[in-house]
């Protein structure tokens, strides 16, 4: 069979595909189907005519119904040129005038036409479609971030961003979702992020940042719509920020810090967006002190503790949920390490709550751990730390000491970093309490015939050795180096041994030297541990002063370096 035959045959149809084909012909020519009910006809679109209506046609025609027959290659390869030829379409500078001109023809046609009939949804609803399928045929132009500049230079930012006042709720859903696609830079080349940053630019010059709140205000979560714009709304305040990284506190300060307090506050069932509201809390306060400052006087402290209170007693219903609760633990550790919040934190009750949830053994108190942590460290923790004693708090922190939790993979937390956190706490208690705060604590480790004390001096052994197998490996890359290490590299071996434990090491180390300067008994205890294990005291000796060396010397480190030097000479 040749090319021509091979082009030319024709397939037979069986009984079933002739029925089948008769019940179609039937009821294309009747507007009836077989059993004489009426053809359902196709819905009229909101938004205009059918799609089929809008699309040309292809007719696929088979050699059976046309005697004679074209060549099927040629039409095949002529649909596929005319598909080809309508996908490229030409973004220039005339096409997007047009696309801008259009859209604010139909924004000012629907304003006077709401204005006209304001009692009349008849008169401008077919005006609100127009403008709905401008703001549509306006998702293009995020192809083409090239022509960033020209929207800007026609004010089409600022007519965009009034659109989000619009009566219409749907209106405002689309500008919404149409900023979220301008203002993305995932999948931009490097030499067009510019065009990004400038476009990221304007939004905030035309203050997107309260006017996306405010709109955000009128949604309904509980419309799918409606929530999905929520989400879309955050996304917009994570684009701005990724993109110009220096603007966090100008948007916290705009509104959008209250804003993501607001909707923790909300009793709303738990859902994607309250997830995604707490991950842009955790990242707007990460290293900037005056977001820490602002959430503190929004009495964003208390708002944080009041959600994290839930997890006393329940654990989070999924790892979402999860991860929402590590969000606010995190974003309250990052507000801790301003002085000032400390306080709020004391006031708030947090140790109190924090001391619960170690006692409660639920997943909150790994994480619970590290913020006490955070809120009794250096000599911002002091009124922390007595008041921790006062509450009790020394009855939870020495079991969890003697026998600390086994890792968690749910959170993502090993049994070394549990002991650090621990060992930091107790490091700091002992650095900060004073009076009849650290006889209570000094009276804990003397208890149970000195358990605790034999407790330290395992940790001290343990975390000595892994230090001195990568010592070891430091050793030998040292060795390979044709020349003296530079800064940058000795800097990298220091980060190594820090990776193996030597930052605990530095706690533990520092609590033998309290401990050993606080009661003769105790110092005489430790010096009989370490001639039993051929420990040394001149390594405790070396670690520390290394430690002292590596805190710097200026302000209040050069008092804690004077003061750990005076314990090394003492011990």
């Known amino acids: 069979m040749d090319v021509s035959e091979l082009l030319s045959y024709t397939p037979q149809i069986n009984d079933a595909q002739s029925s089948l084909k008769r019940r179609k012909d ?341 994480s619970a751990l590290k913020v006490l942590d955070y809120a009794m460290c250096s000599d911002d923790g002091i009124e922390n730390c007595q008041k921790f004693v006062d509450i009790l708090g020394l009855r939870t922190i020495f079991p969890l000491f003697m026998k600390p939790p086994k890792s968690n993979k749910l959170i993502g937390v090993s049994e070394d970093t549990v002991n650090g956190y621990i060992c930091s706490i107790i490091c700091s208690l002992v650095r900060n309490c004073e009076g009849q705060q650290r006889q209570r604590l000094i009276n804990k480790f003397m208890e149970s015939n000195m358990a605790k004390i034999d407790r330290v001096l395992e940790l001290h052994f343990k975390h000595l050795e892994k230090l001195q197998i990568v010592d070891h490996i430091i050793d030998r890359l040292r060795d390979d180096l044709d020349v003296e290490a530079t800064v940058e590299q000795e800097d990298e071996f220091y980060m190594k041994r820090l990776d193996a434990g030597l930052f605990t090491l530095h706690h533990i180390d520092f609590i033998i030297l309290e401990l050993s300067a606080s009661q003769s008994s105790i110092k005489q205890r430790i010096l009989q541990g370490l001639n039993l294990h051929r420990g040394s005291v001149k390594v405790i000796r070396n670690l520390m002063r290394e430690y002292a060396g590596h805190i710097g010397n200026t302000g209040d480190r050069s008092r804690e370096q004077q003061r750990i030097i005076h314990l090394v000479d003492k011990f």
């Open 26 to 366: 039937t009821k294309s020519s009747t507007g009836k189907d077989m059993l004489g009910g009426e053809t359902p006809q196709r819905k009229q679109s909101r938004f205009g005519p059918p799609l089929e209506d809008q699309k040309q046609s292809v007719e696929y025609i088979d050699g059976t119904e046309d005697d004679g027959q074209q060549d099927n290659t040629t039409d095949i390869a002529r649909i596929l040129e005319s598909a080809d030829s309508s996908a490229e379409i030409l973004i220039d500078d005339n096409a997007i005038r047009k696309l801008i001109l259009n859209f604010e023809k139909r924004a000012y046609r629907n304003q006077e036409m709401r204005i006209k009939f304001p009692d009349n949804p008849r008169k401008f609803m077919d005006s609100e479609v127009d403008l709905h399928a401008a703001i549509d045929e306006l998702h293009i132009l995020s192809t083409v971030p090239e022509h960033y500049a020209l929207l800007i230079n026609l004010n089409c930012v600022k007519s965009l961003l009034s659109t989000l006042n619009h009566e219409n709720v749907d209106i405002c859903v689309a500008v919404i979702d149409l900023i979220k696609e301008l203002s993305d830079s995932d999948g931009v080349e490097d030499d067009e992020l510019d065009n990004v940053s400038i476009f990221v630019d304007a939004l905030l010059e035309n203050q997107i940042v309260p006017l996306i709140t405010q709109t955000v205000d009128r949604l309904d979560d509980s419309i799918k719509e409606e929530s999905d714009a929520i989400h879309n709304s955050l996304t917009i305040i994570e684009n701005i920020l990724e993109i110009n990284p220096s603007m966090y506190f100008e948007v916290a300060n705009q509104g959008f810090l209250s804003f993501l307090l607001r909707r923790l506050k909300a009793k709303l069932p738990f859902d994607q967006n309250k997830l995604y509201t707490s991950e842009l809390l955790s990242i707007i306060l990460q290293d900037n002190d005056d977001v820490r400052k602002l959430i503190g006087d929004q009495d964003g402290i208390d708002i944080i503790l009041q959600q994290l209170a839930v997890y006393k007693r329940t654990d989070p219903g999924s790892p979402e949920e999860v991860e929402f609760m590590e969000n606010l633990f995190n974003s309250l550790c990052s507000s801790l390490m301003l002085s000032t919040n400390r306080d709020k934190f004391l006031q708030g009750e947090g140790l109190q709550l924090m001391n619960l949830m170690l006692r409660e053994k639920k997943l909150s108190r790994y």
